[in-house]
C-alpha cells in the first residue's frame, strides 16, 4: 500500500459526490423509516415518494432540512471514501500487477474486503448521519456534536456502534458490486471500440455500475437505516425516566427484514429505491469523474 493517491483521490472525489447529492439521500431516509408500526412516530406515512418528500421539506422544514447531517457525512466520507477506495486499489494491485490481467473475483473479493473494513471504522459518522437526517420536528434539531454526546451517554460506545452489522453488509454489496461493475464497463467500452477512455466512457460506466448498485443494495439498505434509527438506551438512563418506553425494535438486519415484511409487506424492503437510484446514478458520475481527473493530474 505504498501508493497513497488512491486513498487520497478517493477521499476528495467522495466528498464532492456526498455533497452534491445529499438531499437526495435525506428523503431517501425519511422514506425508509416512515411506516414502522411499532414506533408510533414513525408509523405515519407522510410521504408518498421521493419528490412528494422533497417538496414537504422545503414547505415545513426549508431547504437546510435537506442538508441535515451534512457534517457527519462529510466526515464519514473523508473516513470511509479514503479507506475503501485505496484498499480496493491497494489489494487489486497486490493480486494483479496489470490492471489489464484484472479478473471479476478478484475485483468482486477486493471490494467486499474494501466495503467493510472501512464501513466499521466509519459508522459512528453513519449513526450521526442517519439520526440527525430522520429528524423531522424543528425543536427535534441539534448539532454533530450534541448528537454524538447524546448517543453516548444514552446509549454507550455501543450506540455509535448501532447498526453496524448491515452496515458492513451493505457496504460489502455496494462495495463488491459497483466497484468491480464500474471496472468491468469501463474496460468493457474501451476494449470494444465504442469510446476510448474519456469522460463519456466515465460517464456510462459510472451509471451503470450506480443503477446495479441500487438494485442490489436497497434491501439491506433499509435494514441498516432502521437498525441505526432505533435507540436502545442504557440501564442507567432508563432508570432515572428517560425513555421508558424505549424498546429495542430489531435484533438484527435479518430480523428487520423479516419484521418488515411481515408487517408492511414486501416492498417495503424496497422503500427509498427510486432515491437510492436516483442517488446512486449521480453519486457515482460525481465520484467516478473527479477520480477519473485527479488521476491525471498527478
Known sequence: MSDWRPFLYGGFASIAAEFGTFPIDTTKTRLQVQGQQFDVHLAQIKYRGMVHA???ILKEEGYLALYSGIAPALLRQATYGT??????HSMKGIFV????DETLPVNILCGIVAGVVSSCIANPTDVLKVRLQAQCQQADRTSMLRAF????????VGGLWRGVGPTAQRAATVA?????????????????GVLEDTKETHFLASFCAGVIGAVFSTPIDVAKTRMMNQRKLKAATLQ???GANTVLLYRSSLDCLSRTVKTEGLSAIYKGFVPTWFRLGPWNIIFFMTYEQLKRIY
Open 149 to 156: 454526546i447524546q448517543i453516548y451517554k444514552q446509549e454507550g
Open 83 to 88: 479507506i475503501k477506495i485505496g484498499v480496493y
Open 97 to 100: 500487477s496489470d490492471p489489464r
Open 54 to 56: 422533497l417538496y414537504r
Open 176 to 192: 463488491g458490486v459497483m466497484l468491480p461493475a464500474y471496472d468491468v464497463f469501463k474496460k468493457y467500452i474501451i476494449l470494444s
Open 240 to 242: 432515572h425516566g428517560h
